[in-house]
């Protein structure tokens, strides 16, 4: 799978191998498996992670996942927010996660953001915007490369679905981190993902 999705950073010229490379690592199979095959192929890393202080486990992960990038000398930055307080959740700490990546970004002398955005992810987004209503250019969905205040927001895993990412976590032994939230379906992805 690392050979595919090398193949796929190069036919999007999403990743030279000469610059740094901020990666959103939650801990979750997605994240993990994307930071373990970007390291594999030699791509230099910064991790980003965020802990929000919603689910109990998530000091813990936290700090599991500095001991990982210290093993493997990957730059490790941490950011725990308070408690997000509005009315849309998701959006505020979207808000805040990407503020976030493009600080460490510009510390670092980098312009690149990896986000593990993959194949189910995008079917969910479009059957999502299709139900809403959108323009023929929402209906796109998720695109591979997306170029916000100047840094490139790139989406290396979007040449995979989801059974090829756990076939890959088994096969490697990649330890990651279930979010119990994503077994609910209180949120609007989740009823996408669970029931249609």
């Given at each position: 799978m690392?050979?595919?999705?090398?193949?796929?950073?190069k036919?999007?010229?999403?990743?030279?191998k000469n610059e740094?490379?901020v990666?959103?690592?939650?801990g979750g199979?997605?994240?993990?498996?994307?930071?373990h095959?970007?390291?594999?192929?030699?791509y230099?890393l910064?991790?980003?992670?965020i802990?929000?202080?919603v689910?109990?486990?998530?000091?813990?992960?936290y700090?599991?996942?500095?001991?990982?990038?210290?093993?493997?000398?990957?730059?490790?930055?941490?950011?725990?927010?308070?408690?997000?307080e509005?009315?849309?959740?998701?959006?505020?700490?979207?808000?805040?996660r990407y503020?976030?990546?493009?600080?460490i970004a510009?510390?670092?002398?980098?312009?690149?953001?990896?986000?593990?955005h993959h194949?189910d992810?995008?079917?969910?987004?479009?059957?999502?915007?299709i139900?809403?209503g959108?323009?023929?250019?929402?209906y796109a969905?998720i695109?591979?490369?997306?170029?916000?205040?100047?840094?490139?927001?790139v989406?290396?895993?979007?040449?995979?679905n989801?059974?090829?990412?756990k076939?890959?976590?088994?096969?490697?032994?990649?330890?990651y981190?279930?979010?119990s939230?994503?077994?609910?379906?209180?949120y609007?992805r989740?009823?996408?993902?669970?029931?249609?």
């Amino acid at each position: 799978m690392e050979n595919y999705i090398d193949e796929y950073i190069k036919k999007h010229n999403l990743i030279n191998k000469n610059e740094a490379v901020v990666i959103a690592l939650s801990g979750g199979i997605d994240s993990m498996v994307l930071f373990h095959c970007l390291y594999n192929l030699g791509y230099r890393l910064i991790v980003c992670h965020i802990n929000h202080k919603v689910r109990p486990e998530s000091d813990k992960e936290y700090e599991e996942i500095k001991k990982l990038c210290d093993c493997m000398h990957v730059p490790f930055y941490g950011l725990v927010l308070d408690k997000i307080e509005g009315k849309n959740f998701h959006d505020e700490a979207r808000t805040k996660r990407y503020d976030f990546f493009k600080k460490i970004a510009l510390e670092n002398n980098t312009k690149v953001i990896a986000t593990a955005h993959h194949l189910d992810d995008l079917v969910e987004t479009i059957l999502m915007k299709i139900v809403r209503g959108s323009n023929l250019l929402g209906y796109a969905g998720i695109k591979p490369l997306v170029i916000n205040d100047g840094f490139r927001i790139v989406r290396p895993l979007l040449c995979v679905n989801r059974e090829k990412i756990k076939a890959y976590a088994k096969e490697k032994g990649i330890t990651y981190y279930e979010d119990s939230s994503n077994q609910t379906d209180h949120y609007t992805r989740n009823r996408y993902r669970h029931n249609i």
